[in-house]
């Protein structure tokens, strides 16, 4: 499987303005390419590189593995948008949104990162340097800072390309690694897990992840937003852009606490886990004026892909189920019905007349309703019926 870990890079005033100018001049050939491809309508790696290949190495001062990794970076870009727009992430065919992404060709800005490949960097782990490709030549001895852990793993599984990245004056390396896979078990049962705002996620055990500490932050941070928003100063600006980026690494912070809490219970317990697949749920659902900014601000994707990635690492399954009527069917009687769900936390079956809450069905409550519980239950029967794809080693 494959990682990234980020590594700060500590140039000098020279050698940070010779990698600034390597990201302007490989991004000004990215939009070159672009646009050629946008015209031609040629995506591909091997039919766009020749019509472009000699122009952007003579024009924009690349090397020619830095004109290929051009390339390349260009084609990725377009075969992310063909994905995008397959998925239904930019809306139906005619949307506003989706007539913008196709009436143009993709742009990059001149920080834009860039991947360089071993040919193009390479990594002396003893010294902690880097030696770089830049177009005013090669940069030798560049020091990068991480810790010890990511240290070890550059130097034992580090593969393919790492991308250069500027961030407010400061430089990073991303680095890909790859590690082997432990080999997945066969789950004795599912652990179901309903996602959430308010409870951000409730398993079939019954424990609840409460929202309400990263709500209570976010509405902090809305209330300062507002007033320096106000302010329309460049200082104002500044603080906004770093309030956004703590407001992220806040979510993250918090996401990564849960899923690192719901894979230890499954493994612990020799189980798989189930989660809802919540794809283009921000479009099907229609929240009112004041509930926008919490719909759109719920990280539910960041937290399933660190579910994943970390169950992956433990050879725990996932499996991903439908979400349609979690929280309005009865895990007893299986009836389902609108008027089952009576508020947000409660559920009470208009059938059997068993009452709980909206999302869990732990053990401590009746064994009936809870979004968490029916989630359990529809992994399980795919898994047996084998309606997902079960890793080759199971």
């Known amino acids: 499987m494959k990682i990234v870990v980020r590594v700060k890079l500590e140039p000098s005033p020279y050698q940070a303005d010779a990698l600034a100018a390597t990201l302007r001049a490989c991004n000004r050939a990215a939009n070159h390419i672009s646009h050629v491809a946008f015209e031609k309508k040629e995506i591909r790696r091997n039919g766009l590189q020749p019509l472009v290949y000699r122009h952007v190495k003579d024009e ?3 090397g020619a593995q830095a004109a290929v990794r051009s390339v390349k970076k260009v084609c990725d870009a377009y075969a992310t948008l063909r994905a995008n727009l397959k998925a239904g992430n930019l809306g139906p065919k005619g949307s506003k949104r989706r007539n913008k992404a196709e009436s143009k060709p993709i742009s990059f800005r001149e920080d834009a990162a860039q991947p360089f490949d071993d040919r193009m960097l390479t990594w002396n782990t003893d ?18 800072r991480c810790s010890v852990d990511a240290l070890k793993m550059i130097a034992d599984h580090r593969r393919g390309e790492s991308d ?3 961030r407010d004056g400061s430089w990073y390396l991303f680095a890909t690694y790859d590690i082997p896979e432990p080999p997945v078990s066969e789950p004795a049962d599912w652990l179901g ?75 612990r317990t020799s189980r798989g886990i189930a989660l809802e697949d919540l794809t283009g749920i921000r479009e099907r659902v229609k929240a009112k004026h004041d509930q926008r900014y919490r719909l759109h601000s719920w990280a539910f994707a960041q937290l399933g892909a660190f579910v994943e990635y970390k169950a992956q690492r433990a050879g725990v399954p996932v499996v991903h189920v439908n979400p349609a009527h979690t929280s309005r069917q009865c895990s007893t009687c299986w009836h389902t019905h609108r008027q089952n769900r009576v508020d947000q936390a409660t559920f009470a079956c208009r059938a059997c007349g068993v009452t709980m809450h909206a999302d869990d069905g732990g053990t401590s409550r009746p064994k009936a309703g809870g979004g968490s519980r029916n989630i359990r239950h529809r992994a399980a029967d795919a898994w047996q019926r084998g309606a997902v794809n079960r890793p080759s080693s199971v």
Not at 127 to 144: D, N, P, Y
Request: net charge positive.
């Open 127 to 144: 010294t902690r340097t880097v030696s770089i490709w830049t177009t005013a030549g090669r940069l030798k001895g560049i020091g990068f």
């Open 164 to 166: 250069l990245v500027v």
């Open 60 to 62: 924009y001062d690349l």
């Open 193 to 267: 897990v309903d996602l959430g705002i308010v409870n951000i996620a409730t398993t079939s055990d019954g424990t609840v992840m409460s929202g309400r500490r990263l709500e209570r932050y976010r509405k902090r941070m809305r209330t300062v937003t507002a007033k320096l928003q106000a302010k329309k100063t460049k200082n104002a600006k500044r603080r906004l852009k770093a309030l956004r980026r703590r407001e992220a690494r806040f979510a993250a912070d918090t996401n990564h606490r849960i899923s690192k809490t719901i894979v230890t219970t499954a493994e």
